[in-house]
């Protein structure tokens, strides 16, 4: 891979990152949190100043920002949300994938009005 093939790719990522950072209104700060990295390398990662992002790096971000690295990588353009996580069950039985599907759409209606 040439040098100017890196520097596009690159660019995908950055732009992929910065991108889905925003659609889930997560700061630098929040998302460097949830990735376990200071905020500053975070800038870097996403701005393209560090050039070397280390995969285990990628992994950790696409995770935090409920993408797969596939995507982040520009191999698919294909968002896939992960599943939300139901803390409390009120009677002990499991809901159906109607019910997780319609907890989503809540869980995302409630998100746009916290915009």
């Known amino acids: 891979m040439s040098e100017k093939e890196i520097s596009e790719k690159m660019?995908?990522?950055?732009?992929?990152?910065?991108?889905?950072?925003?659609?889930?209104?997560?700061?630098?700060?929040?998302?460097?949190?949830?990735?376990?990295?200071?905020?500053?390398?975070?800038?870097?990662?996403?701005?393209?100043?560090?050039?070397?992002?280390p995969v285990d790096k990628l992994e950790d971000i696409a995770n935090a920002l409920q993408v797969s690295p596939a995507y982040l990588m520009g191999w698919t353009n294909e968002v896939v949300d992960q599943p939300?996580?139901?803390?409390?069950?009120?009677?002990?039985?499991?809901?159906?994938?109607?019910?997780?599907?319609?907890?989503?759409?809540?869980?995302k209606f409630i998100k746009q009005e916290n915009k």
């Open 84 to 107: 939300i996580t139901i803390a409390a069950h009120f009677d002990g039985t499991e809901y159906t994938e109607e019910q997780l599907d319609r907890i989503k759409e809540f869980a």
């Open 11 to 53: 660019q995908d990522i950055m732009s992929r990152m910065k991108k889905r950072r925003e659609e889930l209104d997560m700061s630098y700060q929040t998302l460097s949190d949830k990735v376990g990295i200071s905020k500053s390398t975070l800038q870097r990662y996403e701005t393209g100043y560090i050039k070397n992002m």
